[in-house]
C-alpha cells in the first residue's frame, strides 16, 4: 500500500510539474504570436538582448552577466501591490490629483497617454473601470502586454499570492494599444469620447543625480523610445479630449507649462502632477 501511495503521489507532481510547464510555454508563446515575435525581435538592436527569466519577457543589455538584471513589466511584484494598495487607500499623490470629486467615483474611464512599462497604469486602476495604456515602441508595448497576460494568467489560476492585487485589478479592464497619442486621437476608437482622465508621463531629460535602479530603467526606456511630439503639444491634445482632467506628471522643479491655464498641483518627494480642466 505504501509503496502505491507514494508511487501515485510522484506521479501526481510529475504531471503537476510537467503541467505547470505547459501552461507557460502555451502562454508565453501565445504572447509572442500574439506580438509578431519576428517583427519586434528585428526592432531591438544592439547592446540590447531579449531574456525569458521565470516566465517573464524582458530585455537587458547582451553584456550583462545576471539574467536578473533584465528589465521586465510585473503587475504581480511587491512593489506594484504596494502601489496599488497606497492609490485604493488615496495615500498615492497621483490619485490624488483626481480631486474629492472624481475620488468618489468608481466608473472612470482613463487614459494613460504615454504609459512605458505601466507602472503609473496599476495606480490608474485603483480608481477606473477602464484604463487604455497607449505605448508606441513595439519593444516596450511587447513587455507592457507580457506583464498584462501574466497577471490575466495569474487569476485564471487562481495563485494565493498578490492575491488582492491580482483580484482588484482584473475586475478593471485594461487595454494596451501599441499607438502613440497623436494617433490614437486621429483613429475611430470607440472610447475616444469617453475619456474621463488623461494622463500624460512624457519621457524626463536624463539626470545623472538619479540612483543606479533608475538610471538602468531609464536609460533602457530612454534608448528604446523617442518621443517626437513636445510636452505642450501633448497638453494642447489631451484638454481637446478629456471630459474632466488632464494630470502631468513632471520633475519637481521644472517649469509650469501652460501657468494660465493650470488648475492645482500635487507635489511629493521628487515629482509633481499638474492639473489642468479641459478646454
Known amino acids: 500500500f505504501h ?3 507514494a508511487f501515485a503521489l510522484n506521479l501526481y507532481y510529475v ?9 507557460k510555454f502555451k502562454r508565453f508563446k501565445f504572447t509572442i504570436d500574439k506580438l509578431d515575435f519576428n517583427l519586434i ?21 547582451e553584456t550583462n ?33 483626481f480631486g474629492k470629486s472624481l475620488l468618489k467615483r468608481d466608473d472612470l474611464v482613463i487614459l494613460d497617454a504615454t504609459s512605458g512599462f ?11 473601470k477602464k484604463v487604455i495604456m497607449l505605448e508606441k515602441s513595439k519593444i516596450v508595448y511587447a513587455l507592457l502586454q507580457d506583464g498584462l497576460e501574466r ?27 501599441n499607438l502613440d497619442f497623436q494617433a490614437y486621437a486621429r483613429s475611430s476608437q470607440k472610447d475616444i469620447n469617453n ?8 519621457m524626463y531629460p536624463k539626470d545623472d543625480k538619479k540612483t543606479a535602479l533608475n538610471k538602468k530603467y531609464m536609460q533602457y526606456l530612454q534608448d528604446l523610445t523617442f518621443n517626437s ?9 489631451a484638454l481637446s479630449i478629456a471630459k474632466h482632467r488632464i494630470i502631468l506628471k513632471r520633475p519637481l522643479h521644472a517649469e509650469i507649462l501652460y501657468p494660465k491655464k493650470l488648475c492645482y498641483q500635487v507635489k511629493s518627494k521628487l515629482v509633481r502632477y499638474d492639473v489642468y480642466l479641459p478646454s
Open 229 to 237: 511630439a513636445k510636452d505642450s503639444e501633448l497638453l494642447d491634445l
Open 41 to 61: 525581435k528585428n526592432c531591438l538592436v544592439k547592446p540590447y538582448i531579449f531574456t525569458n527569466h521565470d516566465d517573464c519577457l524582458g530585455i537587458d543589455l
Open 195 to 202: 475619456i474621463d482622465i488623461i494622463y500624460l508621463d512624457p
Open 151 to 177: 497577471l490575466k494568467s495569474a487569476l485564471e489560476q487562481e495563485l494565493e499570492s498578490n492575491e488582492k492585487i491580482i483580484k482588484d485589478t482584473l475586475q478593471v479592464e485594461m487595454l494596451s494599444l
Open 65 to 97: 552577466k545576471s539574467i536578473q538584471n533584465a528589465l521586465y513589466c510585473n503587475f504581480l511584484s511587491i512593489k506594484m501591490q504596494q502601489r496599488f494598495e497606497n492609490a485604493c487607500c488615496h495615500k498615492s499623490s497621483l490619485i490624488k490629483a
Open 3 to 5: 509503496v502505491s501511495y
Open 118 to 128: 505601466g507602472n503609473d497604469s496599476i495606480e490608474l486602476a485603483a480608481k477606473a
Open 15 to 23: 504531471y503537476y510539474y510537467i503541467m505547470n510547464i505547459y501552461q
